[in-house]
């Protein structure tokens, strides 16, 4: 089974920090996404990457950055938290294959809270 | 551009009631159609899905059938569980893409 694993279940930061969320997906895939889940929007795309060191913006990139370095891992980075960030952050990967047709992998999630 | 209504939530419903989560769709094309679910504390499952019109996808008792003339996938399950409480999201998949488009979801609470 495919397996995405993100770094941290719960965390906790301060305003203005810098925060670093880690995806780590182990099989082979090409796509990666970064979603946040808020109750009554459902999920919002905030960024994605089709390749290693490629990256698109989603429909919320404003305030993120991302970094993908190694095909495996996704990182979605928060330049300076603010309390409006609070939130389940979820990531997702699925490979390029037109057989693909199983739609994502998620993570666990990673709820933020920042204070 | 492409875009999943969900009905809204919460549903509440007792155990071994009938259920029917509505999902209708925008898309061009012909994109495949998922259901995931969330259960508390955790990501996102993908529960059924259905790749063209009339297909019917099924897992656990739920279904749900791809009607390409209303642009409709509803969630059904003939009688829930307390174990069903959980997020259902309905997504879209446009045909030759790899973003997925998700609804809102829907807040499924079952009492014993």
């Known amino acids: 089974d495919v397996k995405v694993t993100q770094s941290s279940r719960y965390l906790v930061k301060r305003t203005g920090e810098k925060v670093f969320l880690e995806c780590v997906q182990d099989?082979?895939?090409?796509?990666m996404f970064w979603y946040r889940q808020d109750p009554g929007l459902g999920l919002r795309l905030i960024y994605f990457s089709y390749d290693v060191k490629m990256k698109e913006k989603g429909d919320i990139p404003e305030g993120y950055s991302v970094s993908r370095e190694k095909k495996e891992r996704f990182s979605l980075i928060l330049e300076s938290a603010s309390t409006n960030q609070t939130s389940m952050y979820l990531c997702?990967?699925?490979?390029?294959?037109?057989?693909?047709?199983?739609?994502?992998?998620f993570g666990s999630g990673t709820r933020l809270t920042v204070v | 551009g492409d875009s999943v209504t969900q009905m809204e939530g919460p549903v509440t419903l007792s155990e071994e009631a009938f259920l029917t989560i509505n999902c209708t769709y925008t898309?061009?094309?012909?994109?495949?159609l998922f259901w995931y679910v969330q259960y508390p504390g955790e990501g996102l499952q993908l529960l059924l899905k259905a790749t063209k019109a009339d297909d019917k996808g099924s897992n656990k008792g739920f279904e749900a059938t791809y009607r390409k003339e209303t642009t409709s996938f509803h969630l059904e399950k003939g009688s829930v569980q307390v174990s069903d409480s959980a997020v259902y999201f309905c997504a879209l998949q446009p045909g030759g893409g790899n973003k997925l488009v998700f609804g809102a979801g829907t807040i499924l609470r079952v009492k014993s």
């Open positions: 898309a061009t094309g012909y994109p495949s």
């Open positions: 997702a990967s699925i490979g390029v294959l037109m057989t693909d047709l199983d739609g994502y992998t």
């Open positions: 099989m082979d895939h090409e796509n």
